[in-house]
């Protein structure tokens, strides 16, 4: 059993900047893909980021060129970074990571946008 822990979010002016971290248990080195996910009230969870084991990223048009994922191996850490922060970002933010069949989930990080 892995567990994934996120710390990092918090508030946050509109414009500014988070980045959220995700640290694993277990070592990530054969991690096949992961991802960030969020979950704002009252709606479904969304992709935001994600990144597989050969190094390709991927983000929605909501995101793109504003946030990026990142992984250190070493740290067995994923991380998210959020630039330009907007009104529509605030959520819970939830990583995701698969190892082959395994997968799973972090408890989520609470990011609040203040305009």
């Known amino acids: 059993q892995v567990q994934l822990v996120e710390s990092g979010g918090g508030l946050v002016l509109a414009g500014g900047s988070l980045r959220l971290s995700c640290v694993a248990s277990?070592?990530?080195?054969?991690?096949?893909?992961m991802a960030w996910y969020r979950q704002a009230p009252g709606k479904q969870r969304e992709l935001v980021a994600s990144?597989?084991?050969?190094?390709?990223?991927s983000y929605p048009g909501s995101v793109k060129g504003r946030f990026t994922i990142s992984r250190d191996n070493a740290k067995n850490t994923m991380y998210l970074q959020m630039n330009s922060l907007k009104s529509e970002d605030p959520a819970v933010y939830l990583c995701?990571?698969?190892?082959?069949?395994?997968?799973?989930w972090g408890q989520g990080t609470q990011v609040t946008v203040s305009s």
């Open positions: 990144l597989t084991g050969g190094g390709s990223t």
């Open positions: 277990g070592s990530i080195s054969s991690v096949s893909y």
């Open positions: 995701y990571a698969r190892w082959g069949l395994r997968a799973y």
